[in-house]
């Protein structure tokens, strides 16, 4: 379960890293749809797919300037979105995931984690 929680923590500042180091770079269309697409899906849009092929009527429609605005406001909604924290069923999956991928002669290691979780 642990690793599970590690896991989830990590993803989590990894994202924000990653926020934190592309922020001077240059706006694309690409990064702008994935952003559009993750804010629908926030807001409770049935289709992941509501932005994709964005791409081109972004990089058509905004010039640079432009699309290095809208990436920050964007990212703005992003970072400010409350984080619910780690998601117990992420944790579970990853744990199952980790367990099922063990050889068999490796029963000891796996009762040893059952132990710790």
Not at 32 to 45: D, N, S, T, V
Not at 100 to 105: A, F, L, R, V
Request: net charge positive; glycine share 6%.
């Amino acid at each position: 379960m642990r690793q599970g929680y590690v896991r989830e923590l990590q993803q989590r500042l990894d994202w924000l890293r990653h926020c934190e180091q592309t922020k001077n770079d240059p706006a694309d269309g690409l990064s702008i749809e994935c952003q559009l697409g993750r804010i629908a899906l926030y807001a409770g849009a049935k289709s992941p797919n509501l932005f994709y092929g964005s791409v081109n009527t972004i990089n058509r429609n905004f010039p640079p300037e432009q699309k290095q605005v809208l990436r920050e406001l964007l990212r703005k909604i992003e970072l400010d979105r409350p984080w619910r924290g780690v998601s117990m069923l992420k944790a579970y999956e990853y744990r199952d995931k980790f367990r099922g991928s063990m050889p068999e002669g490796c029963r000891c290691i796996q009762q040893a984690r059952q132990a710790l979780d």
